[in-house]
């Protein structure tokens, strides 16, 4: 049984994935169902999610998933599933280094792995991340360690110091936890992604800028959740 302010959520992100294949973002959803705060999105978030009707994927800022609708709204699937992020192309073999073949006489300096490109991150204040798979770029194997990968394109000149420009391609591993001092893709309350430098300071968590222009931000550890951590960079001339 959902509440009235459940049902109305769970309405529009429907109707909106159904328009653009796209979740509406949490400032879009605070507005539609006329709330003062996004803190009440994501009380409302949690209980459909709890309740099964929603799922949240993993690597990306805005990633919702309706999984079903309640009896008297639609006995079937929305016919939006599917046509937005698909968390296959992170988790599945898509970016992830496969073993030589023993019947393969290329040389290995030739072999590449495509990654798939997973939108933008922001180097400098915070903006919703890795939104869609838009394309995928040929990394060379060697690059690259085990595990998953993905790329993403850099706005911003929040880590300049650290050798990261605005325009740059960055590769990043799949993870969820990193070693202070690493450079890791950070999403703050489940909405914002950023890409800075790891910072444990106790309890709390601070995501610092390689760049003396931009403040570093501490946060509880129950906001920050790491999703992966640098691997390599790109750059174009």
Known sequence: MLTRKQRELLLFIHERLKESGVPPSFDEMKEALDLR?????????TALEERGFIRRLPHRARALEIVKLPDAMSPAMPASRGRGFSPNVVEGGLGKRQPPREDSHSDSGSDSVAIPVMGRIAAGTPIEAIQTHSHTISVPADMLT????????VRGDSMIEAGILDGDTVLIRKSDTADTGEIVVALVDDEEATLKRLRRKGASIALEAANPNYETRIFGPDRVRIQGRLAGLFRRY
Do not use: D
Not at 37 to 45: D, E, N
Not at 146 to 153: D, I, K, Q, R, S
């Open 37 to 45: 705060s996004k803190s009440g999105i994501h009380r409302l978030i």
């Open 146 to 153: 085990t595990g998953e990968h993905f790329a993403l394109e």
